[in-house]
């Protein structure tokens, strides 16, 4: 039996893997930390309950990633304090991020975790490591979509140059 056979868990990670887990773990952190302050500045209701889905996603995101380096023996990046806690009107408006800022933000970064994701899916080679990226990469997607009816609904999005139907030219 070859050291690439059997129960994935017990097989090594190779070098990318390595990185690209250590690497999405650093991610998540650096994203709570960034969603934490834009918790603080959202004046909007349904923005804020996004964030706070996100919230919940980068720390399952930190959880899962975190506990495959341990076991392998790698040490993950470190956690980010939490930032103190701060009233929305505490926030000068000059400093304050205003909600389309931020839901634009928000919907950049989860754009970029799908390819993120995808990427460790396809370069992995340990079964378990790329089954947690894909099922990461569904979670992240159905959180896009919803920032993305959002986004729609509340006027915040800005489509690029949308391709209209042109009349036919008329031969004479």
Known sequence: MGILNGNPKDEPMH?????????FSAKAKMTLSTLQAFHYHAGDQDLKKMIDDLM????????????????NGITPFPLL?????????DIPVGARFSDPEIAATISAGAAMSLNECSQIIGMAIRE???????????????LGLALLKMNKQKGWLIPPPLQLKRQEPVHA
């Open 128 to 142: 378990d490591i790329g089954a947690l990226f894909l099922k990461t990469h569904a979670q992240m997607a159905a």
């Open 15 to 23: 070098y990318g893997e390595i990185f690209s887990v250590w690497q």
């Open 81 to 89: 304090p939490d930032r103190p806690s701060v009233k929305l009107e």
């Open 56 to 71: 919940d996603q980068a720390q399952l995101e930190i959880k899962n990633c975190d506990k495959l380096l341990k076991a």
